[in-house]
């Protein structure tokens, strides 16, 4: 069991991915830059863990242990003994790279270095480390608490102890490990492309709107949300930047082609849920 977990967020994933590990057992400092994302995170626990308590799924002393496991740290420097720490921060290559080689100075040689990201190359944030076979992505899905399945990341670089060592833990935290190769996307990002961007493409044309797509989907698909509210449940400024990253990464394939109305709709503001707006008004 790997006791110290530091956590570098505390957006939408960091604060979920918190949850995890403190219900499991671990020590957790959740970081973030900004004290208002870190207080938010606070809040929502708080009113998730009272909704399982009325649900029956847990008892007063089990959310006291679970709050009591998660210090809300505004240093990066407060996560010195963390023995693994996941990054999920903005994605972007540069900023992660920073963060990690700042975090690279503070932590023991043995400690592992994570990334939560969607879609950027293992293997390129490991590069920045001294020690790049430290670096893994452990990729959780939103919400980290509820989703089962993690995707774990060696880059070519991280060893195989290091490997088997987070599978080993996050199978630990009750979640199904998926092991992926180092390419962009991964395994679900990318599959899901398609999925969103021809969605984008066929409001576009004006084949139907938003609503009739959705439902669509749901109903005749099976899916549990169509992919408009799949998007403004993302977070529609990450899920543009990872169809861009994606795209990108495989040498402009127009199959993943990032679409105009959702790069103006996170231009706007317009990012879904977690702004109030996005392809539906949530206020
Ligand atoms: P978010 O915008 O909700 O949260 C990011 C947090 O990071 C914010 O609280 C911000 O204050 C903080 N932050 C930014 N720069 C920082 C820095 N330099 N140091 C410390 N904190 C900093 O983002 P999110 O949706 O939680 O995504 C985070 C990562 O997880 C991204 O790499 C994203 O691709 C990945 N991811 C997102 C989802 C999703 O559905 N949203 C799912 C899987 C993976």
Not at 183 to 190: A, C, Q
Request: proline share 3%.
């Amino acid at each position: 069991m790997i006791k110290n977990i530091g956590i570098i967020g505390a957006g939408t994933m960091g604060s979920g991915i918190a949850q995890v590990a403190a219900t499991a057992g671990c020590a957790v400092k959740l970081f973030d830059v900004n004290q208002e994302a870190l207080d938010k995170a606070k809040a929502a626990l708080e009113k998730v863990l009272k909704r399982l308590i009325e649900k029956g799924r847990i008892d007063a002393s089990e959310k006291d242990r679970i709050q009591a496991n998660i210090r809300y740290v505004t240093a990066l420097k407060e996560l010195a003994k963390a023995d693994l720490t996941i990054e999920a921060i903005v994605e972007n290559l540069e900023v992660k790279k920073k963060v990690f080689q700042e975090l690279e100075t503070y932590v023991s040689d043995t400690a592992i270095i994570a990334s939560n990201t969607s879609s950027l190359s293992i293997a390129s944030i490991a590069a920045s480390l001294q020690n790049p076979e430290r670096c893994i992505g452990i990729h959780f899905f939103n919400p980290a608490p509820l989703m089962k399945l993690v995707e774990v990341i060696p880059a070519v670089q991280t060893s195989q102890n290091v490997l088997n060592t987070c599978v080993a833990e996050i199978t630990r935290w009750k979640k199904v490990v998926a092991i992926a190769k180092d390419t962009p996307g991964f395994i679900v990002n990318r599959v899901a492309r398609p999925f969103y961007g021809e969605a984008l493409r066929m409001y576009e044309e004006g084949v139907a709107n938003f609503a009739t797509i959705d439902a669509a989907m749901k109903s005749v698909g099976g899916f549990r949300m169509g992919p408009f509210e799949l998007m403004d449940f993302i977070g529609n400024d990450v899920n543009y930047t990872v169809t861009e990253t994606v795209f990108n990464a495989f040498y402009q394939d127009p199959r993943y082609k990032p679409s105009f109305t959702q790069q103006r709709y996170s231009q706007a503001g317009y990012l879904g849920r977690k702004s109030g707006r996005g392809y539906y008004d949530y206020k």
